[in-house]
């Protein structure tokens, strides 16, 4: 495993929708392991492929942190269905320095592959819906600033424009 340097906007692998992926090989075995070390060193408690450089739809996420769930790793992941609406204040670590309220739906079904090739479908609700949403999203180019208000995604480009946002 070795920890991966994280993309950041504007960097246009993040603007990117994603490739499919057709076989669970060594090499996405090792792109999961390598995401799920990326993300523990930098404290997230979600990351997408594409946050690493790798335009290929995979995602982890690890909710421990929020007190429940377990480790995530999905391939191909798509939100099924959804309703209700819920907003929490969100980051990114493809965003430094800025989080925002984001409007998101409350309870999901989620459908993916697992690393042992099983497709599985669950609900989820709460944080993980969101931080669900939020991962989904990457692998579609879209990132939450994309979701905000012109007005929040202004302050946001004005700060970054100011350099008063942290690039790492
Ligand atoms: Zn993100």
Redesign the pocket.
């Known amino acids: 495993m070795s920890f991966h340097k994280i993309c950041v906007y504007p960097e246009q692998v993040l603007a990117r929708k994603a490739d499919e992926i057709a076989n669970i090989d060594g090499q996405i075995h090792k792109l999961a392991a390598d995401m799920v070390e990326t993300m523990y060193t930098a404290a997230g408690i ?1 990351l ?1 492929a594409p ?1 690493i450089g790798v335009s290929q739809r995979l995602i982890v996420a690890d909710m421990r942190k929020e007190g429940d769930g377990e480790l995530i790793t999905l391939i191909n992941p798509v939100v099924v269905s959804g309703e209700g609406h819920n907003a929490i204040d969100e980051g ?4 430094p320095e800025f989080t925002a309220e984001v409007p998101r739906q409350a309870e999901i079904l989620v459908r993916g592959v697992t690393l042992d090739e099983k497709e599985i479908e669950f609900t989820a609700d709460g944080v993980l819906a969101i931080v669900l949403q ?2 989904i999203d ?1 692998l579609n180019g879209i ?2 600033i994309d979701r905000i208000s012109s007005l929040k995604r202004d302050i946001f480009l004005r700060k970054l424009k100011k350099g008063k946002l942290k690039q790492s």
């Open positions: 979600g997408a946050q990114c670590l493809s965003v939020h991962e990457h990132l939450f």
